[in-house]
């Protein structure tokens, strides 16, 4: 720790061998004034700034913020000593279609690198690439809005009304406001492939076969590490945790974590999705296979003709659909039957899902692709015919909206939107939870909120709070600073 008058700083590193962490954090004291820069040694990193009444009150929070990176593994360190290592990226193969017709794309968005995650919803189309930037698009594919996120997008999910997209930076961002949020901050040896979120529950596959389970408040309930490596697949609901890896598929008791079922599965699982009685598994062997929820028994495969990279159903498994390592998609039966094979024309589908007649890629050449799914444009395809796609530009003055490290300031309730709720935050055991002050609500829940932007004694404005099954609140909307 160096001192310079009244300011001090506090510099750390988190080094991992074998490709693991190389990050900093750094914790800067002035006065009232705490700065905390952190991300990737040799970067510039992200900046928070928090203000606090008293300099006892702002040493204190320093200290807190230095002893959680210490028992998490970082180390004091000097900066600029150790180099910077470059950033590796899982690779994903691609190769020209072997279909003999092209699919019938509407529209195609390209974001600009490797695209994996996508939602859709009634509104929008959202879409989020390696180099951090998450758009959202109409279904006519005009862009709405731009994320800018400080690391690669692995993956989108939806939980209900809440979005999140789990990044390279280990953290987890709730895009759900006008700002997004860091929401969950996973252990620093996780290196996420994908992740689900059910009831504000965070549930992270990663690269060495584990099944990291976070709750809503950022903290650690369990973990299994399953049969097999490179998990790609987590999938989750009431009943149960749904795991892919290498070796098959395995479902844990969402409660502790107790294994309920495992089926071996024709080849690695790299892709996976859910209905509700359920699983849709995509291996490396060139099939989907759908397993029952309650038993694991396979009941169904769906024969592809290339390495399946991503996998959806329409509502309740009428039809499903595949995407190979050689840029082409699939349509089946729900029996197993294939319907169809078409070119997707903009590499291979890393993820997809299906609504309304429509089948959204995100490809590996980072493009969000609309086809329209339909029969009859389907049967047009296959007879060679098929739309003039369109390429969607992106607007140049459209704004990239940031992390936020702080958030607006209202002086009363009345400034804030009519049914705004006060919560406070609150030293508890020796942690600061977040309670709701405002009447008609049950003060003994916590509020899952920025840990962020969270500061003792605090009191805020949010938008609407929504009960979680846990036993918690969610908050919707925006969040502003009562002062």
Known sequence: MSTASAVSTTYLELSQEGGGAHKFYEVTVDGLVVTVRYGRIGAAGQTQTTTFPTADKARAAAAKKVGEKARKGYA???????????VTRRQVASAPSTARAAAPVLWRFRTGSSAFGIHVDDDRCWVGNQAGDVYTLDHEGAVLARFGLPDGVKCLVADDFWIYA???????????????????????????????IHEGVLNVSDRAGRLTVIDHE????????????????????????????????????????????????????LFGWQEDDAVYAGTGHHVVQRLSKATGRIEATYACDGAVYSCATSPGGRFVFAGDAVSSVYCFDQDGTRLWKLGTGSGSALSMQYRDERLYLVTTDGSLVCVDASEAAISAAQQGTVPVARDVKLAAALPTYQPATAVAAVSTVDRAPVGSVVVECVQQGGRMRVHVVSEGYDTSWNVQFPRAIREPGARYVVDALHPAAGGFYRVRGDIRRLL
């Open 76 to 86: 004091p360190a000097v900066q600029g000593q150790r180099a910077p290592r470059a």
């Open 166 to 196: 789990g990044c390279d930076d280990g953290k987890v961002y709730d895009l759900s406001s006008k700002l997004p949020f860091a929401a969950y901050d996973i252990a620093a040896d996780v290196d996420i492939f994908w992740l689900d």
């Open 218 to 269: 950022d903290e650690h309930q369990w973990s299994r590490r399953s049969q097999g490596e490179h998990a790609w697949m987590v999938r989750a609901d009431d009943r149960a945790v749904y795991h892919g890896h290498h070796r098959g598929v395995t479902a844990y008791a969402p409660d502790g974590g107790g294994e309920l079922w495992h089926t071996a599965t024709r080849g690695s699982v």
